[in-house]
Each structure stands twice: as structure tokens, then as C-alpha cells.
């Protein structure tokens, strides 16, 4: 069993930047890749980022440029640096780890507002 916390989510005017942060805990030895998700009102979840244990990253066409996904192995933790905010930007986030024997896991999310 994993288990995942979120902070860094927030109320920030376009424009702005927030730090997301999920910190894993419990069967952290087998943690694998790690990612964001979010799903805006109405909306279904979508994928934002993710990074392998490898560090190789990878991003959805609508945050390239912008967000950057970063892990601290020593801390259990992954983080989400979110530049250039826009209101299309606001959503629950929500990380997902996935263990080496291919189970995954979810954080209770956090809120991201972003104000036009």
C-alpha cells in the first residue's frame, strides 16, 4: 500500500505560479513512475505530466512550456512547479503513483484556482 498527500494547491491570479507537491509514504520501495492528473469542473480527468523513475518526463500539449514535473527520491516526493498560470489552468490535481508490480495509487487531490 501507498499512500499519497498533496499540498501546494491554491487561489492565484493568471499569470501567476504554485508549487504542487505529493509526498508518498508506506510501500514507497516500490514506487515506479509517478504523474499529475486534473480534472476541471464538468470535465473528465486529464493527464498533465509524469516522470518515471528514470526521470524521463513527459507533458500534455496544454502545459509544455509552462509546468515542470520533478521527483525527490530521498523525500518520496513529486512535485508539479505550475508557471504562467491561466484560468483554464484551474482544477483538482491529483498525483498517481504507480508500484513496480503495476498497481496504482491516488492522492485525495488539490485545488488549483486561477483567477482571469
Known amino acids: 500500500q501507498v499512500q499519497l498527500v498533496e499540498s501546494g494547491g491554491g487561489l492565484v491570479q493568471a499569470g501567476g505560479s504554485l508549487r504542487l507537491s505529493c509526498a508518498a509514504s508506506?510501500?514507497?520501495?516500490?514506487?515506479?513512475?509517478m504523474a499529475w492528473y486534473r480534472q476541471a469542473p464538468g470535465k473528465e480527468r486529464e493527464l498533465v505530466a509524469t516522470i518515471t523513475s528514470a526521470r524521463s518526463t513527459n507533458y500534455a500539449d496544454s502545459v509544455k512550456g509552462r509546468f515542470t514535473i520533478s521527483r525527490d527520491n530521498a523525500k518520496n516526493t513529486v512535485y508539479l512547479q505550475m508557471n504562467s498560470l491561466k484560468p483554464d489552468d484551474t482544477a483538482v490535481y491529483y498525483c498517481r503513483v504507480q508500484t513496480t508490480s503495476g498497481y496504482y495509487y491516488w492522492g485525495q487531490g488539490t485545488q488549483v484556482t486561477v483567477s482571469s
Open positions: 508506506g510501500s514507497i520501495f516500490s514506487i515506479n513512475a
